[in-house]
């Protein structure tokens, strides 16, 4: 086939593809943000590149409806042949508070705003005289022990002992802890055979075994056999009972289908992935395909391919050879090819995995993780730039810089859960946020007894706590709530006094009704 007898467009919700397998180095100011994300028009060239939402896909009707974000303007896209690669979401319902206290790891943003704010913990706590909230800003809660979440804590617990060393020295290595929750019997399941079920996988236990010594060495606290049940905006409750504060959580505890895959008309497997042939055509259509983690792939060697970057790559690979021979009318070549290969870095130079079911560990493999992690990037140029980061890192440290604003926007809308005992707001340590509960209970506290009791629709706050002569408010159910600055809510109330009364002007901004509070916030802000 000559160039130019498919015309290809490629839709997706950024202008980059970013590479997840670096995430972690990212976060640990070892190489900077914008290496691992590769600029989409580059690395799908000369494919048309269409920025935006997909909001539905008609496949009777072959059209994909679009919507940008500046405005949610739609736009149609008509196709002969549709491949499916929209990936997996986080599983935002596991626990409660996850969905408004975690840092998730699947998107660049979350990552970046990751990376930004263990800096402003360590920067925070420098100046911060209480122990108690000092011990809580140093203190990083990783969910999950699998791949991802024992490769963020060996870097962020690596990174931690060279920012104690040399940017923070007013700052001890031991008052830093890094704590990983697992529910399983072992940290990294994949290298012990229970992550996949489908078929006969080998098993490592001595790999399993060195990367367990490996990050406690590096200071990594390991809580096993034990899940989390909620988290909040100062502590996360466990399992077993206890709870750790602290102001960061890290969740890498699973994922779900795409919503947009629940449209479509498709066959599906138990865990919702699309269904495909052995040409990786979705089963039972001639003109829609399916890749990556929203697809289930039959494996060679049984059961079907694991949501892995390396099988993403070679199964695009392959549905664009097919989708070229459909086009062609020739024969279509079979998926059979597997990834024999599996590890991660671990912090502190180090690695373990396999390679063909040989087990490998320490500095060799994770010199060997590097080569194979630089292939799998899309673009030359972003090649160049993680090379130039690994080479200049050792010699002038780690970047500390925080990328990007560190305010939230004005009338920023947070959303937070707490914990039946836990306190929302108290006088001893006054904070600047207006919360109005939208579910739960919570008792007024003066003088260590109730006074008074708040339900959905009231709000609480420094100033409020002044006016009534109460001491704190505290969660007697598990409690939801959303919350603005003062200021925020000030200037709030400003606006929508000002163009339509939504409450009684006796009444303050803090007890607007929650619907309205939401629709304002779902607003585009104005233009400059």
Not at 43 to 54: G, K, R, Y
Not at 378 to 384: A, G, I, T, V, Y
Not at 432 to 438: A, G, N, Q, S
Request: hydrophobic share 40%; glycine share 8%.
């Amino acid at each position: 086939m000559r160039a130019g007898d498919v015309d290809v467009t490629v839709v997706s919700r950024t202008n980059y593809s970013c590479l997840h397998g670096l995430i972690a180095e990212m976060i640990t100011g070892r190489i900077s943000p914008g290496a691992i994300a590769s600029p989409a028009r580059r690395v799908f060239a000369p494919a048309h590149v269409h920025v935006a939402e997909i909001e539905s896909i008609d496949l009777d009707a072959h059209r994909v409806v679009t919507s940008r974000s500046i405005d949610g303007a739609h736009r149609e896209l008509e196709f002969d042949q549709a491949v499916l690669a929209l990936g997996s979401t986080e599983n935002l319902d596991a626990y409660p508070g996850l969905r408004e206290h975690a840092f998730k790891l699947k998107s660049f943003e979350d990552s970046l705003r990751l990376r930004n704010h263990i800096v402003e913990m360590f920067e925070l706590a420098d100046a911060e005289a209480d122990p108690e909230e000092r011990r809580r800003l140093l203190t990083f809660f990783i969910a999950g022990g699998g791949y991802s979440g024992s490769e963020v804590a060996g870097e962020l617990a690596d990174y931690a002992t060279l920012l104690t060393k040399r940017e923070y020295p007013g700052l001890s290595r031991d008052e830093v802890r890094v704590v990983v929750v697992h529910p399983g019997p072992t940290l990294l399941p994949e290298l012990y055979g229970s992550g996949n079920m489908e078929r006969e996988v080998k098993s490592f236990p001595k790999l399993v075994e060195f990367g367990t010594r490996h990050v406690e060495k590096l200071g990594v606290e390991l809580m096993l056999e034990t899940r989390v049940v909620g988290a909040t905006p100062t502590d996360v409750y466990l399992s077993d009972g206890t709870h750790v504060p602290t102001r960061t959580i890290i969740s890498t505890v699973g994922t779900k289908p795409n919503p947009l895959l629940d449209t479509l008309d498709v066959e599906r497997d138990s865990r919702g992935r699309v269904v495909t042939d052995e040409f990786l055509r979705v089963r039972g259509r001639e003109d829609l395909w399916a890749v990556g983690d929203c697809a289930s792939i039959a494996h060679p060697d049984g059961g079907t391919c694991p949501p892995v970057a390396l099988y993403a790559e070679q199964q695009g690979l392959h549905v664009g050879g097919n989708v070229a021979r459909a086009a062609r009318c020739e024969r279509l070549v079979p998926y059979k090819r597997a990834v024999r290969m599996q590890g991660i870095s671990i912090g502190g130079r180090t690695a373990v995995g396999e390679i063909h079911g040989i087990g490998l560990k320490g500095t060799l493999p994770w010199i060997v993780w590097r080569i194979v992690i630089s292939r799998v990037i899309p673009s030359w140029d972003r090649r160049l730039r993680i090379a130039a980061d690994w080479l200049l890192w050792p010699l002038v440290g780690r970047d500390i810089v925080q990328v990007g604003p560190s305010e939230r926007d004005d009338y920023d809308v947070r959303h937070n859960v707490f914990q039946p005992g836990e306190t929302i707001v108290e006088r001893a340590r006054p904070v600047r946020f207006v919360h109005i509960l939208i579910e739960g209970e919570a008792d007024l506290l003066q003088d260590g007894g109730v006074v008074d009791s708040l339900a959905g629709g009231d709000h609480c706050g420094r100033k409020w706590l002044e006016l009534r002569g109460g001491d704190a408010v505290r969660a007697r159910s598990l409690v939801r709530t959303v919350s603005l600055r003062e200021d925020e809510a000030n200037r709030l109330q400003d606006v929508l006094l000002s163009s339509r009364p939504l409450v009684a002007t006796t009444r303050s901004i803090a007890t607007v009704d929650v619907e309205e509070l939401r629709r304002a916030e779902a607003q585009p802000p104005a233009a400059p």
